[in-house]
């Protein structure tokens, strides 16, 4: 006789011996409607069978056997991260699991509440964009996390997902020497992300592998990632006088709030200044002056996202620390 | 002597109690880093003192007392949704509550599951952008409520904030007609949310209160909010020969849509044709053809959201059970 499983069944558990949807299990417990009188007698059969004892919910959280995904954003309002956002959603959803989005403002104290709320609720598995140099991944080391876009300091045994940033910031620069650019500039975030960082260090190599000098007098930076932010920046560049033919700005926000600046000044973009942008968001495409940019593959960031933190939760062997997604250059009206 | 209280504490108690957050609650709980050897004794004497029972998370969870609330979306890659929620975020963070997003991309049946999934993890309160007509309701019906943009079919002792869509279309119809547009069509979303139809009855209104018939063929709607969606759409209704000189459409990625269809088609905005849309987005200011739109106060909508909620999570009494916002003409360059 087989011996007598005494430890108590988590939520998927009964929804896998039932054949129904946790959420279903969760209404029998609940008592919350919608199910019928066949799938309530299966559902509370097991139960009994197994000497269940509520709260369902509560134990299956306990169990660490919950659907859903905490997926740490920076800014939703920013497309990029929005629909990475919802990639990673749909994907996930194909796997059965839920995506509960959590957006940081890139504030510290914000990213460590929402990890401690994550972590009370005992979700199954963390994507993570982080809006800070130093990720606070401590109290996460246990769970299966994949970092999008930006690297924490430490990786263990986790994912990193991203962009070839290094090669987008050569094809940046590259574009702009080829259109006839020597003085050329970078307006960049302030926080040493490592993807901007790593999409600064492509535009030096570029430019010095063409044998123009690193000019430390047209490096910009701005502290928050936004058009606002971008343009108060340019503008106060042209004030101080400042001279530059081309610019990379490392996403597309700032690359559209620099044309904005660019044109207020009387400057001709792309006749005087030549600009490049990096994301491809629909707003660069629509925009009144269509940008030059380097296209992210965003669908592949969040598909590949969602399907290795499955192969994580299911305690199958990930191939390799980083995946790397190839960018590609998408020429526009600003170069 | 005053009597004992032998109810277990929430977790929201003992961090009144010990004077720190839920969040350092929760860690001190899990043994989980970040917190003072003092704040540790303190929490941990509460916690003895009141004969506390481990898990307390899941017991937080349930007596209901958490500090996170479910924010559902239609879709956080359209700019109106995403800063709603994010003024929502700011907002409750104010009270010491957290938002966990929830983006339903307009499916009942995703809208249903994270109602499952929020009501499982305990969530205080929700509030709610439904993406569909009959808005499911009754899993929250106990639950503090407020709904954003979209009225449930029955309220309850919910609340409902909205902007005041009806004079949004009643505007946006006598912009055009004021302009000299006398053939004034109408793009709209094909379901019938309540936010859409009053903005469509305020249009209607107001082209016969101007003596204007309503021209039932004008009258073009689409299954998904999009700017492609919109321009398929109207490519087609060009193809067939509809002649109009004027269109409202009831939002802003709509509107886009639509100019970009009018231009591919040679027609020229605002000289043939002129374009209202509704919202006042970032990409409405920043397109070729800045919109002529539409102002929601998005900012108050989000506050007034977040502070109701929470009026109603500590058992306040609610004087309304609808809020309506002013909105306001903002004139560019497609009328």
Not at 176 to 190: H, P, V
Not at 318 to 325: A, C, L
Request: overall charge neutral.
């Amino acid at each position: 006789m087989p011996k007598r499983e005494k430890k108590s069944l988590s939520i998927v558990d009964i929804s896998k011996l039932a054949g129904v949807s946790v959420a279903t299990v969760s209404r029998v417990i609940n008592k919350n409607g919608r199910f019928s009188a066949e799938t309530q007698k299966r559902v509370e059969e097991i139960i009994s069978e197994n000497n269940y004892v509520p709260n369902l919910v509560a134990k299956g959280l306990k169990t660490k056997k919950t659907n859903f995904i905490g997926v740490i954003v920076p800014d939703i309002t920013n497309e990029f991260f929005s629909m990475v956002a919802v990639e990673i959603q749909n994907s996930l959803r194909q796997h059965g699991y839920f995506a509960l989005i959590c957006n940081t403002r890139e504030d510290i104290s914000i990213e460590r509440e929402y990890l401690d709320i994550l972590n009370g609720i005992q979700m199954s598995g963390l994507i993570f964009i982080s809006g800070n140099t130093r990720i606070e991944n401590e109290s996460v080391r246990f769970l299966p996390t994949v970092y999008i876009d930006r690297a924490p300091e430490y990786l263990g045994k986790s994912l990193v997902i991203e962009s070839d940033n290094y090669s987008g910031g050569r094809m940046a620069a590259n574009t702009l020497f080829e259109a006839g650019c020597r003085n050329i500039a970078c307006l960049r975030y302030a926080k040493n992300i490592s993807s901007h960082q790593r999409r600064h260090e492509g535009y030096r190599y570029e430019l010095e592998a063409r044998g123009l000098s690193f000019n430390a007098s047209l490096q910009f930076s701005v502290d928050e990632v936004s058009y606002n932010a971008a343009k108060t920046k340019m503008l106060e560049v042209m004030e101080s006088g400042l001279a530059f033919d081309g610019i990379f700005c490392t996403t597309d926000w700032l690359a559209l709030g620099t044309v904005a600046a660019l044109s207020e000044r009387g400057k001709k973009v792309p006749g005087d200044v030549k600009v490049v942008g990096f994301d491809d968001i629909l707003s660069s495409r629509l925009s009144s002056s269509p940008l030059t940019t380097i296209r992210q593959q965003v669908d592949i960031m969040g598909r590949i996202a969602a399907d290795e933190i499955i192969k994580m939760i299911n305690g199958e062997n990930i191939d390799t620390s980083k995946i790397e997604i190839a960018v590609s250059l998408v020429k526009r009206q600003t170069t």
